[in-house]
């Protein structure tokens, strides 16, 4: 990891790539194009708003983050987008739903000069879905080539000095990394024989990581969590991130998790349910597409609570986690926890949370931070997986020898930690000691 002096400065234009125009994406490029012509704040976003204590409590040093490290300007950020659906990103925005049609309205130049290239897509991986702005290559090697030349023109066309690119696209059914996926001449090989262990999500990536774009998963989808995918970053110099973006219930149990462990009380239950009445609710009311996002959201909780430090307090948690498709609401995401507790002696109690959200406000910047960390990591050598940037996954990205970290304070240290190091500046511990010496 190289040090500030040594990172290259963030000049000329940054192209955000994002696979799928839906919900989320659409909200980032909305908010973007409103932020920059003054309509409305970047609420939610660490780069734009976040701010770093640096040195000791008495020094009074908290700067913007986005002052302390080099990152894209949001006025130097370019979108460039894949879909099925031929529709433009305003058209594409008002069916999503998410923000309010006069505030639409009065992007709609900009929005409607974004259309998407033509998609890589199988139904075999997302059952719900089907549309026409399909790319056709006689392998998957081919459909790679061809969105790696969508990115050349893109960069050629727009004067794009970096790229990264971020999977937004609909959840895949579940896979698991198997023989296609063990090594990035057995995963080429797959791209050429058209092997059904190749899904569309591994094309894009493949197609990224070759031209040393850093990449990001948004959705829980194997997509870059394989063997292959870490030797094609680490060949390439290209910074890795995912998966599944921590959004809504699970942003909350990994709020409200760690604050029960730490004061050690056990949980025998938690019953979580949602109701969705988006896009994306309607692809995950396919079963193989749900067991996909069941998998990345009830790991969590064996993550923080450590059944196996804690039996007492956590060997018998019984956790249960349901999506229920239920058209009328839209993005607008209702969740409900049921929380049963053990106190002192036995005694249990029970807590309740009702969260009423906005799925795609939740998630639009995070993956604005997203987007612009990469870029950042890319510029200071930062290749492989990106760890530091877990604060924002629900089944975040690790090495295989550790347990991935859940606990979002621990998530956000490690992030504020990581761009001190780069700059030079000591690392906060909360020691302490200092001020009563
Ligand atoms: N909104 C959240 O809070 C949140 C949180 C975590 C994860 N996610 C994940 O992010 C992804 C996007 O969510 P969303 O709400 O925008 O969903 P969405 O259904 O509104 O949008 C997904 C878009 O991807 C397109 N698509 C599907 N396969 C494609 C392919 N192969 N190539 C190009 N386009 C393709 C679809 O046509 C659709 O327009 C989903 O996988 C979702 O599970 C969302």
Avoid at 25 to 40: C, D, E, F, N, Q
């Amino acid at each position: 990891m190289k040090r500030l002096k040594d990172i290259a400065p963030a000049k000329g234009k940054l192209g955000v790539l994002l696979v799928g125009l839906g919900a989320v994406s659409t909200t980032l490029i909305a908010g973007v194009h409103a932020v920059r012509r003054g309509l409305a704040a970047p609420i939610g976003s660490l780069t734009q708003m976040g701010t770093i204590r640096l040195g000791k409590r008495t020094d009074g040093r908290s700067p913007l983050i986005k002052d302390f490290v080099p990152l894209a300007s949001l006025d130097d950020v370019v979108f460039g987008v894949w879909d099925i659906f031929e529709d433009d990103c305003y058209e594409a925005a008002r069916t999503a739903g998410v923000i309010a049609p006069d505030l639409l309205s009065q992007l709609k130049g900009d929005l409607s000069e974004i259309k998407p290239w033509p998609a890589v897509f199988d139904r075999h991986y997302v059952k719900r879905l089907d549309g026409p702005n399909v790319k056709k290559g006689a392998t998957k090697r081919d459909l790679s080539t061809a969105v790696r030349a969508d990115i050349q023109q893109f960069k050629e066309a727009n004067q794009i000095d970096r790229l990264v690119m971020i999977w937004c696209g609909s959840t895949e059914i579940f896979m698991t990394e198997g023989d296609a996926h063990a090594s990035l001449s057995a995963f080429e090989q797959a791209l050429d024989e058209n092997d059904p262990a190749v899904p569309s999500s591994m094309i894009y990536a493949h197609a990224a990581l070759k031209e040393g774009i850093p990449f990001a998963n948004a959705a829980p989808n194997l997509t870059v969590d394989t063997s292959a995918m870490l030797e094609l970053a680490a060949e390439t110099g290209s910074p890795l991130a995912g998966k599944d973006l921590k959004t809504g219930q699970t942003l909350m149990k990994t709020i409200v998790a760690p604050g029960l462990k730490a004061r050690l009380l056990g949980v025998s239950g938690w019953y979580s349910t949602n109701i969705l009445g988006n896009r994306d609710g309607e692809v995950l009311d396919d079963p193989e597409s749900f067991k996909t996002k069941e998998e990345s959201k009830k790991s969590v909780l064996d993550y923080i609570l450590q059944p196996d430090l804690y039996p007492l307090l956590y060997e018998k948690l019984c956790h249960v986690v349901r999506i229920n498709y239920y058209p009328p609401r839209g993005d607008n995401k209702e969740g409900w926890d049921n929380i049963d507790l053990v106190g002192w002696l036995g005694y249990p109690m029970q807590l309740k949370i009702n969260f009423l959200c906005r799925d795609s406000i939740l998630a639009a910047p995070l993956v604005l931070d997203v987007a612009l960390f990469l870029d950042l990591a890319k510029r200071a050598g930062m290749s492989g997986i990106q760890e530091w940037l877990s604060f924002y996954f629900k089944s975040p990205m690790h090495a295989a020898n550790i347990y991935p970290e859940h606990d979002l304070f621990i998530q956000l240290m490690k992030l504020k930690n990581t761009l001190r190091h780069l700059r030079d500046e000591d690392l906060i511990t909360h020691l302490g000691r200092e001020y009563y010496d």
